[in-house]
């Protein structure tokens, strides 16, 4: 059963969320395209965890705070919840611009809640000759051709969407903008701090992906203390929603085995396989 309220984490700061099962809990973090995007992704998590989905402040109509101007508050506020909830041994899952919030998450996890990362084609970092493809300035087809290994099976028309819908879609992008718009989806700091992370950090990549490269990707995952990539073939930006049966092994996988108590896995460096 899935509850939807809201969180109120600061006075000026609800925070529409969506929750569903039981066990450990997982806080899974939507992308740019919003929470319909890890949607299938929650409802499969949830059959063996308890699963919290956020609405980021300003998607899909939610209030967002003026002074909430930059992905590290959205961090800030993503483990004040945690906080405030009372949960520990949590495993993040984020999803692009998500997936950036978990890592500034993890940095500024003093009381140690997070136990586990998975970043999913994740943005956020500054890797040199890899900059991520200008989502502000693709047409709704060149997004497409960036972002799926299967542009065609993917491509949504937004002439066939309505006035409603294209409003909300425009009003997300702007939010995003104002959150990761500048400097374009990174923070300059952010790949050299990541080295202080020794959460278990997966990587999931998209080997199609061509608004972050599986290039990027690999970077990303060596930065991290204790960090692995795993690269899912025949899938893009959105491997949960392209290639969901790989995608969510190699995160079941690591829900098991960061879970605390389970047997630490050997530290063996980074390393990128390919899941079919």
Request: proline share 8%.
């Given at each position: 059963m899935t509850t939807e309220h809201t969180a109120n984490v600061y006075p000026d700061l609800p925070?529409?969320?969506?929750?569903?099962?039981?066990?450990?809990?997982?806080?899974?973090?939507?992308?740019?395209?919003?929470?319909?995007?890890?949607?299938?992704?929650?409802?499969?998590?949830?059959?063996?965890?308890?699963?919290?989905?956020?609405?980021?402040?300003?998607?899909?109509?939610?209030?967002?705070?003026?002074?909430?101007?930059?992905?590290?508050?959205?961090?800030?506020?993503?483990?004040?919840?945690?906080?405030?909830?009372g949960l520990d041994d949590v495993l993040v899952v984020g999803s692009s611009l998500g997936g950036w919030i978990a890592a500034e998450m993890a940095l500024r996890d003093t009381a140690g809640l997070i136990?586990?990362?998975?970043?999913?084609?994740?943005?956020g970092v500054h890797v040199p000759g890899e900059t991520p493809a200008d989502v502000f300035a693709?047409?709704?087809?060149?997004?497409?051709?960036?972002?799926?290994h299967d542009p065609d099976a993917h491509f949504v028309d937004p002439a066939g969407l309505s006035g409603a819908r294209l409003a909300s879609l425009r009003a997300n992008m702007a939010t995003m903008r104002v959150l990761a718009g500048d400097p374009y989806m990174h923070d300059p700091g952010l790949l050299r701090r990541l080295g202080r992370v020794r959460?278990?950090?997966?990587?999931?990549?998209?080997?199609?992906?061509?608004?972050?490269?599986?290039?990027?990707?690999?970077?990303?995952?060596a930065a991290f203390g204790d960090g692995r990539m795993e690269v899912v073939a025949e899938a893009g930006h959105l491997p949960h929603i392209e290639r969901p049966d790989a995608t969510f092994a190699l995160i079941d996988a690591h829900l098991r085995r960061t879970t605390a108590g389970a047997a630490p896995r050997s530290a063996t460096g980074p390393t990128a396989r390919t899941a079919t």
């Open positions: 925070l529409t969320l969506s929750e569903s099962g039981t066990g450990r809990p997982v806080l899974i973090l939507h992308g740019g395209g919003g929470p319909a995007t890890v949607a299938g992704l929650a409802a499969h998590l949830s059959r063996t965890a308890h699963t919290l989905t956020p609405v980021h402040p300003g998607w899909d109509g939610t209030p967002r705070p003026g002074r909430l101007t930059g992905v590290d508050d959205l961090a800030v506020a993503y483990l004040r919840l945690l906080a405030d909830r136990t586990g990362l998975v970043l999913i084609d994740a943005v693709l047409d709704p087809r060149g997004l497409a051709e960036r972002s799926w959460t278990p950090a997966l990587l999931v990549w998209g080997a199609s992906d061509r608004i972050v490269t599986p290039a990027y990707g690999a970077a990303y995952a």
